[in-house]
T-cell receptor
C-alpha cells in the first residue's frame, strides 16, 4: 500500500530565505508526482507535475525534483515571500492520487 | 475558462439528516474525482469517474454514501444519513486524461458540519 510522508509538518522562515520541502513515498511504481498548494478554506492549486520519466520541473521560483528509485521528491522555493504562506501537499499517482499530510509554511515579513 | 464549480460552499446539518453536494467539472474533462479532507490531513479519494462510469469506488462507504454522474458531466455526492464523523471538507476535482495520469484541478470544496 502506497504511503506518502511529508517532512516537516510545519515551517516558519523569514522572507527572502530559500527553502526545501520534502516528500517521500513507499512504492516507486508511480505515473507521476504532483505538488499542490492549499490556502486556508480553499481547494488545492496545482503547482508542478513531474512525470515518472522526468527528474525535475521548474516554474518561476519553484523547482521540484523526483528520485523514483529512492522514493523522494523535493520542492525548492527560492526567495520566499509572505504570499507563499500556505500548506503544500505532494501526491503520487498510480491509477489514483495518494496525498501526503502536507507542510504548513509561514513566511514572515 | 471556468474552474471546477462546487455547491454549496458550506453546509450545517443535524446528524441523521441527508445532504447532497454538487460538482461541475472543467469543460471537456472526462475524469471526475470526489475527495474527503479532514482537518490537517491530505485529501482521500472517495470515488473516481471516467465519463459516467465509476471506475474506483473502493473507498466510498456504500452503506451511507452514494454518487452519480448520469450524463458524464456534473456529479452529485450524497450522504444519508449523516453522522458526526462525516464533518469534513468534500472536494471535487477533474482532469482531462484518465487514471491519475494528468494534472488534477480542484474546486473550492464544501465544508460539512454535522451537529
Amino acid at each position: 500500500k502506497q504511503e506518502v510522508t511529508q517532512i516537516p509538518a510545519a515551517l516558519s522562515v523569514p522572507e527572502g530565505e530559500n527553502l526545501v520541502l520534502n516528500c517521500s513515498f513507499t512504492d516507486s511504481a508511480i505515473y507521476n508526482l504532483q505538488w499542490f498548494r492549499q490556502d486556508p478554506g480553499k481547494g488545492l492549486t496545482s503547482l508542478l507535475l513531474i512525470q515518472s520519466s522526468q527528474r525535475e520541473q521548474t516554474s518561476g521560483r519553484l523547482n521540484a525534483s523526483l528520485d523514483k528509485s529512492s522514493g523522494r521528491s523535493t520542492l525548492y522555493i527560492a526567495a520566499s515571500q509572505p504570499g507563499d504562506s500556505a500548506t503544500y501537499l505532494c501526491a503520487v499517482s498510480a491509477y489514483k492520487y495518494i496525498f501526503g499530510t502536507g507542510t504548513r509554511l509561514k513566511v514572515l515579513a | 475558462e471556468a474552474g471546477v464549480v462546487q455547491s454549496p460552499r458550506y453546509k450545517i446539518i443535524e446528524k441523521k439528516q441527508p445532504v447532497a453536494f454538487w460538482c461541475n467539472p472543467i469543460s471537456g474533462h472526462n475524469t471526475l474525482y470526489w475527495y474527503l479532507q479532514n482537518l490537517g490531513q491530505g485529501p482521500e479519494l472517495l470515488i473516481r469517474y471516467e465519463n459516467e462510469e465509476a471506475v474506483d469506488d473502493s473507498q466510498l462507504p456504500k452503506d451511507r454514501f452514494s454518487a452519480e454522474r448520469l450524463k458524464g458531466v456534473d456529479s452529485t455526492l450524497k450522504i444519508q444519513p449523516a453522522e458526526l464523523g462525516d464533518s469534513a471538507v468534500y472536494l471535487c476535482a477533474s482532469s482531462f486524461l484518465p487514471g491519475g495520469t494528468d494534472t488534477q484541478y480542484f474546486g473550492p470544496g464544501t465544508r460539512l458540519t454535522v451537529l
